[in-house]
């Protein structure tokens, strides 16, 4: 209980901070993803330089095959938590300056470091860990710390994740609410959602939306279900967006294009069959939470349909 009550105060402190400024929320943001990159490359160097290489996985050079596929397309919904940042990033691109030149360097360059902070991590836990010890543990992170710094290896581990956890959070509520904010704009959502507050020149009525319905999910899920649902729900909309980079090739060809595909058309082709592949083995290793994921982006489509219906 005390857990959902700290979450619910924390959405509620980080919605008001980006409902009153755009500056305060990306001052947050700037703040939180410092201290949490150099605090993960911290503790990742203090395991390699401190940590018994001989009893890793590294040392005994296994076969990281995984135990089946489908178990690799539900480990795959939590690891690209770590990545979703990019997402986030784009719905803000209209208040981007110069989007054109910053979105692409601000997209390719914060996967590569996310990517390398990533590798550099679990290098590190591979380093002091075996494989069945990792397929066991529930907490990673502050076992491979414990090794280290010993009981108070998990203290530094809980407060790093807490780092973390704040500047994911604020990233969603400087991101998504910009997207309840352009449905309203475009009539396809409560209109006053889509109102900038005449002072403080934010979407406040779509970040206390979100706000709202962070508090009432954080009040009825756990942290991994909500993980699992959210990466689940967001996928087949990112499939939908790449799909969309054919299709506007194909029906106009002459469109200004300010930004051209890198590697079109194969990274696109590549991004389609490993995002289509993910979902799949994720419906086979976890069938009830994918279709629960999927019904619910099926439920919206007879409700958008009804509401073209009535603003037309």
């Known amino acids: 209980m005390g857990v959902r009550v700290v979450a619910a105060l924390a959405i509620v402190v980080l919605g ?14 700037n703040v939180t993803t410092w201290a949490k990159v150099l605090a993960i490359v911290g503790l990742s160097l203090a395991i390699f330089l401190f940590g ?12 990281f095959a995984p135990a089946s596929w489908s178990g690799a397309g539900v480990a795959l919904i939590a690891v690209l938590w770590a990545y979703d940042g990019w997402g986030e990033l784009l719905y803000a691109a209209g208040e981007v300056k110069d989007p054109g030149r910053n979105l692409p360097r601000a997209l ?12 550099l991590v679990n290098a590190s836990y591979l380093w002091v860990m075996p494989v069945a010890e990792l397929a066991a543990s529930e907490h990673v ?14 203290s530094l581990v809980a407060g790093l994740v807490v780092v973390s956890t704040f500047g994911a959070l604020n ?5 998504g609410p910009r997207v309840f904010y352009a449905l309203a704009e475009d009539g396809l959502f409560f209109r006053p959602v889509g ?25 009825v899920r756990t942290f991994a279900e909500l993980v699992q649902v959210f990466i689940l729900g967001l996928w087949p ?16 060809p002459d469109h200004p294009r300010p930004y051209r595909t890198f590697g079109y058309p194969w990274v696109p082709w590549i991004f389609l069959l490993a995002s289509t592949a993910m979902l799949v083995s994720a419906f086979i290793g976890a069938p009830g939470s994918t279709l629960f994921s999927f019904g619910i982006i099926a439920a919206g489509a007879p409700v958008y349909y009804l509401w073209r219906r009535r603003v037309t």
């Open 16 to 29: 008001a901070t980006n409902a009153r400024s755009v500056l305060w929320g990306a001052a947050v943001q």
């Open 52 to 63: 018994d290489g001989s009893t890793g996985a590294l040392a005994a050079a296994p076969a």
């Open 108 to 119: 390719i360059g914060g996967s590569l470091v996310v990517a390398a902070v990533y590798i």
């Open 171 to 175: 990233a969603t509520l400087l991101g």
């Open 237 to 252: 909309f990112y499939i939908l967006v790449v799909w969309g980079v054919f299709r506007l090739r194909k029906r106009k």
């Open 195 to 219: 109102r900038i507050h005449a002072r403080w020149g934010t979407p406040a009525a779509a970040i206390a939306l979100v706000t709202v319905l962070g508090v009432g999910y954080v009040s």
């Open 141 to 154: 992170a502050s076992d491979a710390a414990i090794r280290i710094f010993g009981p108070a290896g998990a």
